[in-house]
């Protein structure tokens, strides 16, 4: 088992080859995913303006699919337990594909409302969806008066040069609210996905668990 409360700067392939069968109570995550190529017309106005972005990536070395990790998130999660997914819309035909193969049971698409819109060329873009899926028997949240929408600002960190530290950053509330639903005091959850750590640092304050293991290189200047 590898030691809880830490972060862990490996691949996280490897890192969760180290985790037992049905030793976490919850995983919830955003793992990198592609997006919509945005070319170089210049409509964006910024914001995915690197060349890499105009290509449909974030990050340089974010090249994983959901096939490669999925079967290891069934195998180290409990049974009757809750693993939450973000997905943005080009990703989502091929995530449903992946997991009716599976072994797990899909139990709702939520929507994260980031309460103002992103520039887009059709539609601005104002959600990311979160596979909700369970292993094993049926489990309700903890609070089932909780909306299915989910309407939490967007955030974003930035550095001593004001610069975004994440240009994919999720805000800290999401994820408190999912861990929230979904676990319980002294539970163990899992992140496989470092991301820019918003997730560890809602952990300070809270009984939850946490380890997480960052895919290497996804933001190396930030691993926290």
Request: hydrophobic share 35%; aromatic share 10%.
């Amino acid at each position: 088992m590898i030691e809880l409360d830490k972060i862990f700067n490996e691949d996280c392939l490897d890192g969760m080859k180290r985790i037992p069968d049905g030793s976490v109570d919850l995983i919830a995550t955003d793992p990198p995913y592609k997006l919509t190529g945005r070319g170089s017309s210049g409509t964006m106005s910024g914001y995915w303006a690197t060349q890499i972005a105009q290509k449909g990536k974030v990050f340089e070395h974010n090249d994983i699919d959901i096939d490669e990790y999925l079967s290891e998130f069934y195998r180290v999660l409990k049974a009757d337990a809750h693993c939450y997914i973000m997905c943005n819309n080009l990703n989502l035909p091929h995530f449903f594909d992946v997991i009716s193969k599976s072994k797990f049971h899909f139990v709702k698409l939520l929507a994260w409302d980031k309460v103002r819109a992103i520039c887009g060329r059709y539609y601005m873009g104002q959600i990311e969806h979160i596979f909700m899926l369970r292993k094993g028997k049926d489990k309700p949240i903890n609070d089932c008066g909780m909306s299915d929408l989910l309407s939490i600002p967007l955030q974003r960190d930035k550095d001593v040069n004001g610069n975004n530290i994440h240009d994919s950053q999720k805000p800290t509330k999401l994820f408190q609210v999912l861990v929230s639903m979904s676990s319980y005091n002294g539970g163990i959850v899992l992140d496989p996905f470092m991301g820019s750590g918003s997730r560890r640092r809602w952990r300070v304050t809270q009984m939850t668990r946490i380890t997480r293991i960052t895919r290497i290189f996804e933001h190396e200047q930030h691993i926290w």
